[in-house]
């Protein structure tokens, strides 16, 4: 006897063909058929569920971390560019001024000038108001290394806001004229 195919047709093999199709295919059809592309986003994702594997490489930019995200934990200090303001920090001026008076250029920074007005009294000038700035003098030799005698003092000079006045002092206490480095940290 010969049977039709129409009446192998039925419901339940039409589901059972469907149910293996989509087995086999591991659900891709029903993406096909139904989800359109980029459609899912967060809110369809489950927490912990995207892994580190599963970024792409440079996938996350700057733009795309909110601020105060990373900590230098997070960071390969290997991987970062030399500081262009690391050779001198922006808030420090320094003065070499020799027991003469005179203004050691290369080992000053924002320093414009500076005066012996007499015996172990200077004037050290800078590029700015050093009002409110703490200024720490210590005796020293430009270019030379070694232990050094006596006493410095320095305080802001009055009627002149950019200015110090420094006094050098020998051990005894007596005005005396002496190499010395001032800081300036504002």
């Given at each position: ?21 989509m087995?086999?295919?591991g ?72 027991s ?87």
């Amino acid at each position: 006897m010969k049977t039709s195919l129409k009446s192998r047709i039925t419901y339940a093999n039409v589901a059972s063909t469907l149910a293996i199709v989509m087995v086999v295919g591991g659900g891709g059809t029903a993406v096909a058929a139904g989800v359109a592309r980029n459609s899912v986003g967060s809110p369809q994702l489950k927490t912990g569920a995207v892994k580190t594997v599963d970024i792409g490489r440079n996938a996350v930019t700057s733009a795309k971390v909110g601020p105060n995200a990373l900590t230098g934990a997070d960071i390969r200090e290997s991987t970062l560019g030399r500081v262009p303001s690391a050779d001198r920090a922006a808030n420090l001026l320094a003065a070499t001024v020799q027991s003469a008076g005179t203004l050691v250029p290369g080992q000053s920074t924002g320093a414009t000038s500076s005066v012996r007005l007499s015996a172990g009294q200077y004037e050290v000038s800078f590029n700015r108001n050093v009002r409110g700035c703490a200024i720490a003098p210590s005796l020293s030799s430009p270019g030379a290394g070694g232990l050094f005698t006596g006493e410095i003092q320095a305080t802001g000079r009055a009627g002149n806001d950019n200015a110090v006045h420094v006094i050098t002092l020998s051990s005894a206490g007596a005005l005396t004229d002496r190499s010395f480095t001032v800081l300036a940290v504002c």
